[in-house]
Every structure is written in structure tokens, then in C-alpha cells.
């Protein structure tokens, strides 16, 4: 399965999911500039701004990450994403991967709330990314303000 199947992979996605874990996001990469392996290229735990960080812009990647965000004032919601990061400067063999390729990456970090597609970080704001989340999850107990 391309990589995907890595101890290292599965160990990283349990962390980010853990609540006794501070690992927040794992990025996953070609393990080469040629072929089709994928395999762990990083973790962190400064979430989804740290992760977006680390993207590079020449290249096809996979995150996840954990957001946290205030429900009300008395309630945090733990929620999970999922990145599909094709940077700009992709080149066009690799793009052409990613519609097949992201649904095995969808099956081994199965559990998230929302997938994004993003080719800029802009697109990765954590206000927008709550937003969406918010909206994904059904009930806003913020009054819609986001």
C-alpha cells in the first residue's frame, strides 16, 4: 500500500488521536523524488499552524491533525482533519496520483471530521478550519459566530 501500511504511520496517527499523547498532527511525504512509497516525514505537537508550516510547496502531502476548540464556556470539542496538501509548485505526474492515492490515505487515517484539499497555507487558517468544522458537526452551541 504505497508505505502507508509503516509501523511508524500507525504509531504517529494513535498519538495524534490520544488524549494522553501531545502529539497534535504527523505529516506523511514520498519517501523519494521519484516513485510512489509514502512514509512519515514529520510530527509535532503546536497543531494545525505548526503543521501547516512544515508543508512544503513543491510537493504532494498528507496531514492529520487534532483542533481543539471551545464548544461554550464550559465544553472543548476535540475534532480530527485531515490535509491534503498539493503545493503550487507540485509537479504534474504527482498531482495526477492524488485522486487515487488519497483514498488509501483516507483509509488508514480514517477517522476525521472534515478532509480539506489545500494548495496555499492561507487556506489552512484555524479560524476557517473551526468554522467548517462547526458547520460538519451539526450542532453550534456558539449562536453561528463561528
Known sequence: ????????????????RSDKDATSWLLISYAAATGSKLALTSTG??????????????????????VEYANDKESTRVK???????????KVMRK????????????????????????????????DIVARLRKAGGADYNGGRG
Open 1 to 16: 500500500m504505497s508505505g502507508l501500511d509503516a509501523p511508524d504511520i500507525a504509531a504517529a496517527y494513535e498519538a495524534v
Open 45 to 66: 505537537t503546536g497543531g494545525l499552524s505548526e503543521m501547516a508550516a512544515a508543508l512544503d510547496p513543491s510537493e504532494v502531502q498528507y496531514g492529520y491533525v487534532r
Open 80 to 90: 480530527f482533519v485531515l490535509v491534503i496538501w498539493i503545493g503550487e509548485g507540485t
Open 96 to 127: 495526477a496520483r492524488v485522486s487515487v492515492e488519497s483514498g488509501d490515505v483516507k483509509r488508514v487515517l480514517a477517522h476525521h471530521s472534515i478532509a480539506v484539499t489545500a494548495s496555499d497555507v492561507g487556506e489552512l487558517e484555524e479560524k
